[in-house]
Nanobody, 124 residues
Framework: QVQLVESGGGLVQAGGSLRLACAAS????????MGWFRQAPGKEREFVAA???????YYADSGKGRFTISRDNAKNTVFLQMNSLKPEDTAVYYC??????????????????WGQGTQVTVSS
């Protein structure tokens, strides 16, 4: 059973940066789709970014050009570098692991393992 633990969230001013980390234990992040999703109060969980089987990367339009997802197999950790943050990026950020192919990278229901989330708050 894998455990995913997110870290790196916090309070930042608009225009600032944060680097989120998702550390896995009990299993690997390699050979899986690893994704970042976020959920703001009263809203559904939405796709942010994912890294696929062959390290292909995928981004929601909202984060293109500002967010970068990466995977460090040696550390068994996935990162999300977020730059030029905006107040609308405020949410709880979750990392997930999926057994399915890249085709489903943006679908939360196709992820079977989730972390507990880390809060990101961007002030204006």
């Amino acid at each position: 059973q894998v455990q995913l633990v997110e870290s790196g969230g916090g309070l930042v001013q608009a225009g600032g940066s944060l680097r989120l980390a998702c550390a896995a234990s009990g299993s690997t992040v390699n050979n899986y789709i690893m994704g970042w999703f976020r959920q703001a109060p009263g809203k559904e969980r939405e796709f942010v970014a994912a890294i696929g089987w062959s390290d292909n990367t995928y981004y929601a339009d909202s984060g293109k050009g500002r967010f970068t997802i990466s995977r460090d197999n040696a550390k068994n950790t996935v990162f999300l570098q977020m730059n030029s943050l905006k107040p609308e990026d405020t949410a709880v950020y979750y990392c997930g692991r999926s057994y399915y192919g890249d085709k489903y990278h943006a679908t939360p229901a196709m992820y079977s393992d989730w972390g507990q989330g880390t809060q990101v708050t961007v002030s204006s």
